[in-house]
């Protein structure tokens, strides 16, 4: 498993699958390091049998998006046109099938969508402070791999 940030141009989103990796919209990436935590508890999980769904790549997204959810994981996926993502990459062989660029990490997140997607509380931001936003999601993340909701 690699976890890289990169660029993708995606042309029909409804054609996009893409089982050998995770791609994982800007605006809600604050940290590879969170990405990775995702990705490891999908992974754990998967190989428990506490599956959600029948892909490795969506399992990695719900767990992500900290949802049962695909629907709403999907709204952290990618979209149609040039798409800057984090990608959980589990067969590099298979990525020269698809057009990713790899580049250098460097935040570009929404701290609004963040906010309303794990339901982070303006109060929690103000004590723990911004910088603290990447633990406030692998929170959320955590709670839900540990209770699945």
Known sequence: MKVCFGELVVEKVSE????????????????????EFAAKKAIENWNRGRRISRSLAIE???????????KDALKLGVK???NRVAAVIYDEDRMNAINFRELEFKPEYDLRDIMEHYEITSEEIEIA?????????????????????
């Open 80 to 82: 149609k046109g040039r």
């Open 129 to 149: 402070g911004v910088e603290k936003l990447p633990l406030l999601v692998r929170e959320r993340i955590a709670l839900f791999s540990a209770f699945g909701e």
């Open 16 to 35: 996009f699958k893409v089982e050998f990796a995770t791609f994982i919209d800007s605006r809600y990436v604050v940290s590879l390091d969170v990405v």
């Open 60 to 70: 990695t997204l719900l767990h992500y998006a900290a949802t049962r959810q695909i």
